[in-house]
């Protein structure tokens, strides 16, 4: 398989963008606002070094040293009551600071109270497990991995959990194209049918904002629907109704006479 070529933000160059205003920021509250927070916030500072701390969407937010993570998550589970971790992944700011930026949800289902623990690591600096903690971090390590490449030292089963084993690049990256690169397109063809299949089957259309009218074998009109791999036509098609004969259960039944064709969004 051709090697995956590094791209730096690869995904500014595609032609379609997002239609909808990026929200704002989320507010950020001083920590000592929450006497609970507070009070964690205290005890991790008189262990650990916090080079920032938070609360914002109503869950503190704590800065720590990449170096101390297993330190710190071992305090949160057995001396502050969070025992368990939701969700820990990673965030992709390589074309800017050349960083990783890594974060663990923790909840403390006693104090009914959330922390989000972040670090920062460079491109190839590896992570330690946190699977000794918490059992629940085996697969999203596992998944950071694959999406990310950011390798995890100590971790029992180091190996791709989504894409395949020979697979080049890491999808989550913003290097990564959106549509993948020329291995991609061929990727399943040649593993169920073989190379040799290319010029019959063709490549696989990655790219999601691509409609054709014509492909009757991808794509459906309404009002202008044909058999399966026919002909298209522009002429109406003499369907009427938008269900199947039996319908289906507390479903009601869409007539084309009633249909309304939207000319903008509401």
Known sequence: MRQYINRKNAQESLYFHDRFKTPKRIPRVNA???????????????????????????????????????KVLKFLKNTLEYNNLSEMSAIDFLA??????????????????????????????????????????????????????????????????????????????KSYPLQGDEAAQWYEIDQIFGKEYRDLIGPEIRDSALIEKENTRGYARIGHEVHFDEPYSEEPSKIGEYQED???????????SKSVTLKKRH
């Open 32 to 70: 000592d606002n929450d006497e609970i927070f507070k009070n964690d916030l205290e005890k991790i500072r008189s262990k650990f070094n916090v080079n920032d701390a938070y609360i914002e969407a109503g869950q503190l937010v704590v800065w720590i040293e990449s170096k101390d993570n297993i």
């Open 96 to 173: 800017g600071s050349g960083e990783f930026e890594i974060f663990y949800q923790m909840l403390s289902m006693k104090k009914r109270r959330r922390m989000r623990i972040k670090c920062r690591i460079k491109e190839h600096e590896p992570l330690k497990s946190a699977v000794e903690v918490y059992k629940s971090a085996d697969w999203a390590e596992r998944e950071t991995y694959d999406m990310f490449g950011i390798v995890i030292e100590g971790h029992p089963y180091m190996k791709r959990i989504l894409m395949p084993d020979d697979w080049s690049g890491y999808p989550l990256r």
């Open 246 to 256: 039996n319908g289906v259960f507390l479903i009601k039944k869409i007539k084309k």
